[in-house]
């Protein structure tokens, strides 16, 4: 090729670079999206070559914008930019796209792959994380911009496809955008009119331009994919909007060039085979036997952004060390921030409660330890979805996150829990504490927000009350049976019921110096007894998974365990068999993910393997609790739905009564035979 190329022809080497570096990937292995590459190469390209303010070489630097690419399934797309961009993804890495080990997976994975700020997967999902990314921006910039010092001044920009835009997903965080007037989000959407099935006619004929309009939105049209002047202007423009996100729609046709491919879904989730990537590549102007070709035209080019971004941070780092000296306090703060690290002192207000036989509702006492941690760690920001009176994550004295006031704390997602669990990981990746709430039944609404949360390893924390069937009158349809065991099986998920008002405080403290895991808090709408840690062991057990709350001398013969409201069943049992010279072992088990992180001495001391006699009590689903009464022992749990009615008739027709706990211990230790667990 030419060592000399005017500009237009500069764009278009880089452009169809992209377009068979992504070709040739998917072919070599055999699987994969070519097409969504193909017809977007103009479209990214532009945006990275001309507007993207990054540093291949820092792809950590807090102040660079934030790129999104949430129809991952166009991953080489991204791909092909960060390599001839400079960053560390090397062309074998490409070469070894989707295979065993590489950095170059199907849909990106955060971590993983330098650049990448988030993992899409399913779609919707990175869109809603990019309003969360926006949303942080907009408060780290009222919390740190001081006189005139922008600390604190990056853009977000997301690509998404048609399948984005059918999510509920997306539709809930463009609402939310709108509403918040975020004008630093860019969204740009690929209308190719093609999904798996075929053309999108089959099942979509939105008017988005008008929808996202009525959002409010700053809506811009590109009618062809492949003009790189109108597709800079377009963004342009959009980056002078100051009041509302803006979407850009582009009009694309999906495996641009290729001569039976194009325009057809047969693009989108296959290779295009070996000889029609030797036509597209020779309508491309492309010698049609090269692979993984980069010219050096290309390579100077585009390693410019390397330039421009070490420029760029050199910049930064002189603004944010005259902030240093001038605002020592916030900088320190910004970098414990960053680093993952709590201020000194941080939980010295966190409340011991005493002993109460009446005591308080998990969320209850939750309200009061959140708020005795709040004021020390400034950037702990959550919310909920319309239910912050019921599950009491108010922060007092703080301000609201509203259009205009960047700087509250206390989050209003309104009725839009599948957005709110997106745009927390969204927030979590701009380097802030979060938390969500909501009831335990609506987890089913924010199942993938909450699963990526895992995979990503982000310590986003789930404030869920209402936890079982003890909420009472609301019915079945509003207590939750499988939801808490669905939630342990998510890898990488913590999941902590608490057993009482200390238990919640210990859990709080577990959830602050967590930096690389998501934690579930599960919390009783009605009041638990504070049980008097004198008489029992220190709720610090909590930190352990489980812990033995009270106890006998010698091995016992019996072990009761459970979680939450259903340990003070456990607890009135243990003292009735006590008295009656049964020895017995109490286990408080308020999380199994941290317990099966113990040493096997500590389980095997806390669960002899000789006692045999072992009964679980919660009320949920029994499911997983085989693993830790065994075959011989029985649990007091639920097989069915809940019902309407008050709490304590409730728990009296279900079985979850001091008296059945006795009857079921006493049969245990009678028969001293194997019998199947009973489920009511």
Known sequence: METELKATDLDQLCINTIRT???DAVQKANSGHPGTPMALAPVAYTLWDRHLKHNPHNPHWPNRDRFVLSNGHASMLLYSLLHLTGYDLSLDELKNFRQWGSKTPGHPEYGLTPGVETTTGPLGQGVANSVGMAIAERWLATRFNRYGEQIVDYRIYAICGDGDLMEGVSQEAASLAGHLGLSNLLWIYDNNHITIEGNTALAFSDDVATRFMSYRWNVLRVGDANDVAMLDEAISNALREDSRPSLIIV??????????????????????????????KARYGWPVDSSFLVPEEVVRHMRLAVERGEQAEQEWEERFSVFEHDHSGLAAEWQQMQSGELPSGWDSQVPEFLADPKGMAGREASAKVENAVAPRVPWLIGGAADLAP??????????????????????HFGIREHAMGAVLNGMALSKLRVFGSGFLIFTDYMRPPMRLAALMDLPVVYIFTHDSIGLGEDGPTHQPIEQLMSLRSVPRLVVIRPADANEVAEAWRVIMTTREEPIVLVLSRQALPTFDRKKYASAAGLRRGAYAMADCQGTPELILMGTGSEMQL?????????????????????????????????????????????????????LGWKEYVGLEGRVIARRDFGASAPIKDLLSHFGFTVDHVLEEARELLEKGKPVLARKN
């Not at 039976?260 to 990537?277: C, N, Q, R, W």
């Not at 994550?393 to 206390?410: C, H, I, K, P, V």
């Open 390 to 411: 019921s599950t009491k994550t108010l922060m007092n004295d703080e301000r609201s996150f509203e259009a205009g006031n960047y700087g509250g704390r206390n989050f």
């Open 251 to 280: 009009d694309s046709h999906i495996a641009w060039g290729a001569p039976h491919k194009h325009d057809t879904s047969a693009a989108h989730g296959e290779p295009l085979g070996v000889e029609e990537i030797r036509l597209t």
């Open 21 to 23: 570096l992504s070709m």
């Open 570 to 622: 456990c607890i009135a049992a243990y003292e009735k068999l006590s008295a009656e010279g049964v020895r017995c072992r109490v286990v408080s088990m308020p999380s199994w993910e941290i317990f099966e992180k113990q040493s096997a001495e500590y389980k095997d001391k806390l669960f002899p393997p000789e006692v045999r006699n072992r009964l679980a009590v919660e009320a949920g689903t029994s």
